[in-house]
């Protein structure tokens, strides 16, 4: 679903897979983005491409931060924490719940408009203030139009 999500987006854009996605922050690489033929089923779908950037944005840092980092989803965050996902090893030998992982906060740009993508940094910074406590956070912000994806850890 975040892939259907996501390759909306990137064709809301006038983008055909296998785009070149750019990647600043804490590496700075690139990646070829495929995908499979839409149909007007996807497209109906993610009529509302508010959401669709939401749930492209979503499987789009979850990707590039596997393919980084080696880390993957978790769980999902409950509302009000200030963070989407929680991101770690699932073969964590501790068991313990939550132990050694990283807070995930994600924002997708459907199409950046000039400089959204530095004052959405800012402010998804401070939205994980309150949950600071609880250990790492990586902010990643995506942009579809350009397309590029921006990872920062905290």
Known sequence: MLGEAAAVC????????????SIGGISVEAFNVTWQELGDAHKSTYADLQEATEFGAYGIALIVIRELTG??????SAKGGGFDWWIGDSDDPSGLPFQSKTRLEVSGILRDRGGSLESRLQQKKRQTEPSDSLGPAIIAIVEFGQPKAHLETK
């Open 10 to 21: 990137f064709e809301e854009n006038s983008h055909a897979s296998g785009v070149l996605l």
């Open 71 to 76: 880390k993957a989803a978790i769980a999902r």
